[in-house]
């Protein structure tokens, strides 16, 4: 730029064609490579200094930086310590939730002794695996851990080892072998005594550390004694403070695991509160209640209601696990004074004491005067008729049938069962009945003599009709 304004004077002086010759525009191509200009060399524009056109073409990338950033991805998950020996440690651990717009480039291992604060790259180039070996290390030494993921827009925070990991072959990995019923929550009634036993492997001898929401156990209420293979944990009189979630970590050098032991002391619930009694009608009690203050840190399940009348003094129970907090007591006795009260229930028991109702529910005789109903008077009467009619049947010789058909009419009317038109009177044969307007006849391990024509027939005072049907008997 400081030779521009020299060159444009000497340029003034010595103008150049600004179209050079077509001849000259073929042959500087195809003998020579092209010259490459100079400040000197090129002829300044009339308008003025060649510095303005050089202005625009600088300002160029800025475009770039007014595109959002993309964001680098989340810290790599879970990692672990898988296995250590004499000089290696192996790590294992999860993806990321986030990756990015671009695509995860893969993983840097780091580590760095205890004590120091310089931190070293592993790896020199990243891979996709999610588990790597950390080799050539000193036996012995303590060494921090952490893994970051990184992609094209930069790298991740990193994932870091809450403990350094101590190089020294372990022979076997810590495990915790958690007791199936442990494995739901442990419940227990206040007072009760707490006595659990967790067996747990690893070689050599791995460190246990117990921890309730991430804070040391109170000692002076709960016992821990450690063995080679199993933790105790004992309470001698469990209360509703000890409840909660522990965890429970077995770790050799950095390598560990966790179980949770979730306990529930439980105790029974307060009475329930405002015992009202709602209305009395009839034979009936309306009661309503509202649930107790203090539920025994177990949900409530249903409340008892009882009643007592005045005569006995005795309670009973009306009603069993009612889960609303109103109800109805039904079928009581005319003249009796009733008295209602009614217990909480969770999975400890019922409550210690009951609410009672401050009224009393006296069933008095309703005093009812009878009108009867004005029904105009109807013609019922009907002569028989038969609604549904006997069907021929075939039956084997020493096996009972039986012969039905339907007959309607008002009065009542009688039945006549009649075999080859002869009335078929008191014979132990024969069971006949009607019930509901349904006609039937029973014939009792009939022979090949009990065939023939049956008609069942039906009479009152408006008339008569008869059915009839063939049986055979093979």
């Given at each position: 730029p400081k030779e521009e304004p020299a060159s444009a004077p000497a340029a003034e002086e010595t103008p150049a064609p600004e179209h050079p010759p077509?001849?000259?525009?073929?042959?500087v191509p195809a003998d020579k490579p092209a010259p490459v200009p100079t400040a000197e060399a090129t002829p300044a524009p009339e308008e003025g200094p060649p510095a303005?056109?050089?202005?625009?073409?600088?300002?160029?990338?800025?475009?770039?930086?007014?595109?959002?950033?993309?964001?680098?991805?989340?810290?790599?998950?879970?990692?672990?310590?898988?296995?250590?020996?004499?000089?290696?440690?192996?790590?294992?651990?999860?993806?990321?939730?986030?990756?990015?717009?671009?695509?995860?480039?893969?993983?840097?291992?780091?580590?760095?002794?205890?004590?120091?604060?310089?931190?070293t790259t592993v790896n020199e180039e990243p891979f996709l695996s999610t588990r790597y070996t950390i080799r050539d290390l000193g036996s012995g030494d303590k060494i921090h851990v952490r893994v970051k993921a990184v992609s094209a827009s930069g790298a991740s925070v990193p994932a870091t080892l809450e403990q350094p990991v101590l190089v020294r072959e372990i022979l076997q990995l810590p495990r915790i072998r958690m007791p199936r019923h442990l494995r739901q929550t442990y419940v227990r009634r206040v007072g009760d005594a707490v006595n659990l036993m967790i067996p747990f492997q690893g070689k050599p001898?791995?460190?246990?550390?117990?921890?309730?929401?991430?804070?040391?156990?109170?000692?002076?209420?709960?016992?821990?004694?450690?063995?080679?293979?199993?933790?105790i944990f004992y309470i001698r009189e469990a209360q509703r403070s000890d409840s909660g979630k522990y965890e429970l970590a077995v770790r050799i050098n950095g390598a560990e695991d966790k179980?949770?032991?979730?306990?529930?002391?439980?105790?029974?619930?307060?009475?329930?509160?405002?015992l009202k009694l709602l209305d009395v009608w009839g034979f009936n009690v309306a009661l309503e209640w509202s649930p107790p203050v203090d539920n025994g840190n177990s949900e409530i399940k249903g409340y008892m209601v009882q009643k007592s009348?005045?005569?006995?003094?005795?309670?009973?129970?009306?009603?069993?696990?009612?889960?609303?907090?109103?109800?109805?007591i039904s079928d009581l006795i005319i003249g009796n004074t009733y008295s209602f009260r009614v217990f909480a229930e969770n999975a400890c028991g019922l409550s210690e004491k009951a609410a009672v109702a401050s009224g009393v529910a006296h069933i008095k005789k309703t005093k009812t005067a009878y009108q009867p109903e004005k029904i105009p008077q109807r013609d019922m009467m009907e002569p028989p008729?038969?609604?549904?009619?006997?069907?021929?049947?075939?039956?084997?010789?020493?096996?009972?049938t039986h012969l039905f058909c339907c007959v309607r009419g008002f009065p009542q009317p009688k039945i006549i069962w009649m075999k080859n038109q002869m009335e078929i009177r008191e014979d132990p044969k024969y069971i006949a009945m009607i019930e509901q307007g349904v006609c039937s006849?029973?014939?009792?391990?009939?022979?090949?003599?009990?065939?023939?024509?049956?008609?069942?027939?039906?009479?009152?005072?408006?008339?008569?009709?008869?059915?009839d049907c063939k049986l055979d008997v093979k």
């Open positions: 077509a001849e000259e525009q073929h042959t303005p056109p050089e202005e625009p073409q600088a300002p160029a990338p800025e475009p770039k930086p007014e595109k959002p950033k993309a964001e680098p991805p989340s810290s790599p998950l879970s990692l672990a310590v898988e296995e250590v020996s004499e000089n290696s440690v192996t790590l294992t651990w999860k993806a990321p939730e986030q990756t990015g717009r671009s695509s995860l480039d893969g993983y840097t291992v780091e580590i760095c002794k205890d004590g120091s604060t310089d931190w001898q791995p460190k246990v550390i117990w921890t309730k929401g991430d804070q040391p156990l109170d000692t002076s209420r709960i016992n821990i004694r450690n063995t080679e293979k199993d933790t179980a949770t032991l979730d306990i529930q002391v439980i105790e029974p619930p307060a009475p329930p509160q405002n009348d005045k005569k006995s003094g005795k309670w009973f129970t009306a009603l069993e696990r009612c889960t609303r907090t109103s109800c109805t008729k038969f609604t549904q009619p006997l069907t021929d049947r075939t039956t084997t010789r020493g096996y009972s006849l029973e014939i009792r391990k009939p022979s090949p003599f009990d065939g023939g024509i049956y008609t069942c027939k039906a009479v009152n005072p408006l008339g008569e009709a008869s059915v």
